[in-house]
């Protein structure tokens, strides 16, 4: 069974950083990609950022130039390095990883709070 663990989150300033960790365990199947999806109150689960195994990136146009996704597919790992976060970019933040049969698996979310 694959289960992912995220780490990272909390409270910061408006402007301040974080980074967000996503480890993949009881992986067989390799993986298609990795990515952060984040749900704010009262509001629908929305893409933020993705990797494929080739390496190749998409952001959501609100995570573009202040967010940089990485790690590889090869360790299970994923990172979202988050700067100049605002108070709109509060939300639950999880981590999605897809294997090669496309089958989706979620981890637990940690909570994100950006705020004076």
């Known amino acids: 069974q694959v289960q992912l663990v995220e780490s990272g989150g909390g409270l910061v300033q408006p402007g301040g950083s974080l980074r967000l960790s996503c480890v993949a365990s009881?992986?067989?199947?390799?993986?298609?990609?990795m990515g952060w999806y984040r749900q704010a109150l009262g509001k629908q689960r929305e893409l933020v950022a993705v990797?494929?195994?080739?390496?190749?990136?998409n952001y959501a146009d609100s995570a573009k130039g202040r967010f940089t996704i990485s790690g590889g597919n090869t360790k299970n790992m994923v990172y979202l390095q988050m700067n100049s976060l605002k108070p709109e970019d509060t939300a639950v933040y999880y981590c999605?990883?897809?294997?090669?049969?496309?089958?989706?698996?979620w981890g637990q979310g940690t909570q994100v709070t950006v705020s004076s």
């Open positions: 990797i494929t195994s080739r390496g190749s990136t």
């Open positions: 009881g992986v067989i199947f390799p993986l298609n990609d």
């Open positions: 999605r990883a897809t294997i090669i049969t496309g089958q989706n698996y």
